[in-house]
């Protein structure tokens, strides 16, 4: 489901393309299979991809002489094109967000487990186990899930570890 700030993006940015509300509806049934941004099954990527729609319809429309172009710092579509390059089909701003945060997680899980005393080597055994050699989104996920388990049973234990690995 989308937050209400991107609820509030789309809606700005139908409002600059110069779409009607049905033409808006259509879009997002197309797009997506549902008939308002308020629906929870309209994902990231259908926002990305739904933003790119509207900015080449809005492109289009100025070349056309249909619509002037907005000179605002605040318009959804300051240039062309910023929207279709700016998320590909592989990944979402989200996902990039997400992506660095987990990366930071996951450096802050390890460091906390090597101040226990226990090394490289004991996490590297937890990778292997849990992510089975993918460095995918989710199995990097899954590890930092394992990380917060074992660093959580290894501070319940009142002695540490000499040198496991």
């Known amino acids: 489901m989308l937050s209400r700030a991107q609820q509030i993006l789309l809606k700005r940015a139908q ?5 009607s509300d049905s033409d808006y509806r259509e879009a997002l049934q197309t797009v997506a299979g549902c008939q308002s941004s308020k629906d929870a099954a309209l994902t990231d990527r259908h926002l990305d991809k739904l933003l790119a729609y509207f900015e080449a319809i809005y492109w289009r ?3 056309a002489g249909q619509l002037q172009p907005c000179g605002k710092a605040t318009a959804v579509f300051r240039q062309p094109g910023y929207w279709a390059d700016k998320n590909t089909a592989g990944e979402t701003s ?5 992506e660095r945060n987990q990366g930071c997680e996951i450096a802050a899980l390890e460091a906390e487990l090597a ?3 226990y090394g490289p080597g004991y996490c590297s055994a937890i990778r292997k186990t849990v992510c089975n050699g993918r460095s995918d ?3 990097l996920h899954l590890y930092r899930a394992a990380l917060e388990r074992t660093v959580k049973a ?3 234990q009142t002695e540490p570890v000499e040198n496991p690995f």
């Open 94 to 98: 989200r996902d990039r967000f997400n």
């Open 61 to 63: 429309a100025v070349d």
């Open 115 to 117: 101040r226990l005393g």
């Open 154 to 156: 290894k501070n319940r």
């Open 15 to 19: 409002r600059e393309a110069g779409l």
């Open 137 to 139: 989104p989710h199995a």
